[in-house]
Nanobody, 118 residues
Framework: VTLVQSGGGLVQTGGSLRLSCAAS????????MGWFRQTPGTQRELIAT???????FYADDVKGRFTITRDNARKTLFLQMDSLKPEDTGVYYC?????????????WGQGTQVTVSS
C-alpha cells in the first residue's frame, strides 16, 4: 500500500492550495488520518487530523485557514489551504494510522513542497 500525494507548489501570500493524498488500495483499521508539515532542521509537526469517530484537530496556527476533508470512496485525504502565509512554507506529509488489534502501522505519503512567497 502506498500513499501518493499531489497538489503542492508555489503560491503568493494570501493564495490557496489543495493537497491530496490517495491510497493505492483500501486499508482496513484506519483510525486516524492527518497532515504534517516539516521545515529544515525541525521535526514534522501535526497540522490537521481526523481521529476515530471523525473528530477533527487543527494546529492553532492553521485554524480557520486550513480544512481537512476525506473522500472514503476515492480513498483520498485532502487539505485545503487558504490565506496562505510565508510561515506555512514547508514539506507537507500525509499519514494514515492503522490499528488492528495489537498491530499498528503508520503509512506516510512521499511529501510535497509548499512554498508561499511574500
Amino acid at each position: 500500500v502506498t500513499l501518493v500525494q499531489s497538489g503542492g507548489g508555489l503560491v503568493q501570500t494570501g493564495g490557496s492550495l489543495r493537497l491530496s493524498c490517495a491510497a493505492s488500495e483500501s486499508i482496513p483499521g484506519i483510525n486516524a488520518m492527518g497532515w504534517f508539515r516539516q521545515t529544515p532542521g525541525t521535526q514534522r509537526e501535526l497540522i490537521a487530523t481526523f481521529t476515530r469517530g471523525s473528530r477533527l484537530f487543527y494546529a492553532d496556527d492553521v485554524k480557520g485557514r486550513f480544512t481537512i476533508t476525506r473522500d472514503n470512496a476515492r480513498k483520498t485525504l485532502f487539505l485545503q489551504m487558504d490565506s496562505l502565509k510565508p510561515e506555512d512554507t514547508g514539506v507537507y506529509y500525509c499519514k494514515w494510522h492503522q490499528r488492528d488489534g495489537d498491530y499498528e502501522y503508520d503509512y506516510w505519503g512521499q511529501g510535497t513542497q509548499v512554498t508561499v512567497s511574500s
